[in-house]
């Protein structure tokens, strides 16, 4: 993960925070429903944050023939099938 997408995804996730914290204080409707609001568009940039990092990430093997690499998502898929 670049360090600029590590910054953006530390600093969402911080916001995020804090409007949960706002959240389970005493607040007015008004209020709550912004925060809410902003919280949901906060939770889907950080899952949008995630993803990315998470296509970035390769496994590396160990083949006869050498190391190679291998997507992540490959290697969830074999897990899935062998459960």
């Not at 429903?33 to 990092?53: H, I, N």
């Not at 998470?54 to 690499?69: C, F, P, V, W």
């Amino acid at each position: 993960m670049s360090q600029s997408l590590s910054l953006d995804f530390e600093a969402t996730l911080s916001e995020l925070e804090k409007v949960v914290s706002e959240l389970d204080g005493d607040v007015k409707l008004e209020r709550a429903l912004e925060l809410f609001d902003r919280g949901m568009k906060l939770s889907c940039d950080c899952e949008t944050f995630l993803k990315g990092a998470e296509q970035k990430i390769e496994i590396l093997k160990r083949t006869a023939s050498g190391l190679t690499t291998e997507p992540f998502e490959a290697r969830l898929l074999e897990a899935d099938k062998s459960q």
